[in-house]
Each structure stands twice: as structure tokens, then as C-alpha cells.
């Protein structure tokens, strides 16, 4: 039985997560691989460069507003396309545990699932009223 008193602070806590997830591989491809070195890789797998710079944008605004609890049901959907590409691009061939040689794709289908778990959720607490901001209405989740 789901404990409603606290559903919000597991909203709250999951969304951070998956937030500072999101900055810590923009950053991964910013300071570590460069934007370059990055546009280069999806090069080498047959991808035009210029996703690179989508992919870092989309995870470092994502990365952001899922802490901030911006649009949340909406961002956690938005962001399951860059992480099932990965899938596709890179990890599908290295088998399914992400310890085997190069990643397997066990981690990012798991934080598929948890971004989908995410948007039913919704915001959780202290949340940006998104929906006041813009409507003057108080938002619930």
C-alpha cells in the first residue's frame, strides 16, 4: 500500500536523482570528452556530429529542470529518447550487464524505467508551481 503522506518526498527524492544524473553526463561530455571529442564519437557511430551538442543541451536543461521540478511528467518523457539512442548506438551490443566491456544496457534501461515511473509520479514536493506561474492555478503533482 502506497503511504501518501510521503509519495511527494519519493517523487522528490527519485527526481533529484535522475536530475543530478543528467548533469553529471552533460558534464561527462562538456569537461571529460569535450563537445568536440563528443560530436566526434556520435561521428564514429554514424551519427551527424551536430547531435552531440542536442544530446549535451538536452541533458544539461533536462538535468535542470528535473531538480528545479519544471514540467517534470514532460522532461522525464522528453529525456527517455536520448537514453533508448544509447541503447540503440552503444550499448545493445555489449550485452546486458553494464559491467561487460564498454557498457551493457542494463543501466540505461533501467533509468528508462525510472523516468517513466517519474511521470506518473509527477513534480513531487518543492516543485516549481509551473502551473500557477503561467495560469495562476495551484498545481497538485
Keep these: 500500500m502506497t503511504n501518501l503522506k510521503y509519495a511527494a518526498y519519493a517523487a522528490l527524492v527519485l ?9 553529471a553526463h552533460a558534464g561527462l561530455k562538456i569537461f571529460v570528452f ?16 551536430f547531435l552531440a551538442y542536442v544530446t549535451i543541451l538536452t541533458e544539461l536543461g533536462g538535468g535542470i529542470f528535473l531538480i528545479a521540478g519544471f514540467v517534470t511528467r514532460w522532461i522525464s518523457l522528453a529525456l527517455i529518447p ?12 555489449k550485452g546486458w550487464l ?44
Design 82 to 93: 536520448i537514453l533508448a539512442a544509447t541503447i540503440i548506438f552503444v550499448h545493445a551490443s
Design 34 to 49: 569535450t563537445p568536440a571529442g563528443t560530436a566526434g564519437y556520435f561521428a564514429s557511430l554514424g551519427l551527424p556530429g
Design 98 to 141: 553494464f559491467s561487460s566491456e564498454g557498457g551493457g544496457w542494463e543501466f540505461p534501461a533501467f533509468w528508462i524505467v525510472a523516468l517513466v515511473v517519474q511521470s506518473l509520479l509527477g513534480d513531487g514536493a518543492y516543485a516549481v508551481p509551473w502551473k500557477r506561474l503561467f495560469k495562476g492555478q495551484q498545481t497538485t503533482g
Design 15 to 23: 527526481r533529484l536523482s535522475l536530475g543530478v544524473l543528467f548533469l
